[in-house]
C-alpha cells in the first residue's frame, strides 16, 4: 500500500479481554515501531523491529504486551488481560532502514478503549 | 532519562501571522531531532529532520532550527494558514532508534 496501515481504527473491548491490533508497514520499510499516545500526551515508544526481530522491546510496559513481526513485514501488538490504563491510541510507524536519519512515516493508529 | 518540553502548549493566531513554536530537551547527546504534525484522530506526519551536526532545516514556510549545546529547537512558521491548524510535536532520538516526544503544541490559525 502506499502508506503504513492499522487495523482496527477502533476497538472497544472490556476489561480482562485480549486485543490484537495489526500494522501494515510501507512495502519494503525493515524497520518497524510501535508507539502508544494517551489522551494529551506525546506519543511513548514501546517497541522496534528491524526485520523479523524484535531488536528493542524496552518500551513494553509489562508482560501482558506483546508483538511479533513473523515475516519481516504485518507486525501485530497483542494484549492479554487488558485494563481500563491500556486505553490509549496505539500508533505504528515504519522506514527504510534503521537508523533514524531517515523519514519515519505513521499510520493512523487504533483507537483502544477498555471499558 | 531524556525529557522533552514543549512551549506553550496551545497557540492562537490570526491567518498570515508569523509564529515560532519552542521544544527543550534535558540531554544534549541527541542523534537528531524531527518535528511533526498531527491532525485530529490522525497519525503523525514528519515535517523537519534535523541531523545533530546541522543547525537548521527548511520547507516551503517552516523552518526548524538546532542548538544542540543548549538543548532547545525552534520551528518558525512563516504567514501562518487555517490549514495549518494542528498539534505540532517535537521528538529527540538518542541513538537507541527510539523517540522521545513532547506533549505537543497545538495551533489554531484563525482566519
Known amino acids: 500500500g502506499a502508506g503504513v496501515s492499522q487495523t482496527p481504527s477502533n476497538k472497544v473491548t472490556e476489561k480482562g479481554k485480549y486485543v490484537e491490533l495489526r500494522c501494515d508497514p510501507i512495502s519494503g520499510h525493515t524497520a518497524l515501531y510501535w508507539y502508544r499516545q494517551s489522551l494529551g500526551q506525546g506519543p511513548e515508544f514501546l517497541i522496534y523491529?528491524?526485520?523479523?526481530?524484535?531488536?528493542?522491546d524496552s518500551g513494553l510496559p509489562n508482560d501482558r504486551f506483546f508483538a511479533v513481526r513473523p515475516e519481516g513485514s504485518v507486525s501485530t501488538l497483542k494484549i492479554q488481560r487488558t485494563e481500563r490504563g491500556d486505553s490509549a491510541v496505539y500508533l505504528c510507524a515504519s522506514s527504510s532502514s534503521g537508523q533514524l536519519t531517515g523519514e519515519l512515516f505513521f499510520g493512523e493508529g487504533s483507537r483502544l478503549t477498555v471499558l | 532519562k531524556q525529557e522533552v518540553t514543549q512551549i506553550p502548549a496551545a497557540l492562537s493566531v490570526p491567518e498570515g501571522e508569523n509564529l515560532v513554536l519552542n521544544c527543550s530537551f534535558t540531554d544534549s547527546a541527541i542523534y537528531n531531532l524531527q518535528w511533526f504534525r498531527q491532525d485530529p484522530g490522525k497519525g503523525l506526519t514528519s515535517l523537519l529532520l534535523?541531523?545533530?551536526?546541522?543547525r537548521e532545516q527548511t520547507s516551503g514556510r517552516l523552518n526548524a532550527s538546532l542548538d544542540k549545546s543548549s538543548g532547545r529547537s525552534t520551528l518558525y512558521i512563516a504567514a501562518s494558514q487555517p490549514g495549518d491548524s494542528a498539534t505540532y510535536l517535537c521528538?529527540?532520538?538518542?541513538?537507541?532508534?527510539?523517540?522521545?516526544f513532547g506533549k505537543g503544541t497545538k495551533l489554531s490559525v484563525i482566519p
Open positions: 523491529f528491524q526485520g523479523t526481530g524484535a531488536a528493542d
Open positions: 534535523i541531523q545533530s551536526s546541522q
Open positions: 521528538a529527540v532520538e538518542a541513538g537507541s532508534y527510539q523517540l522521545t
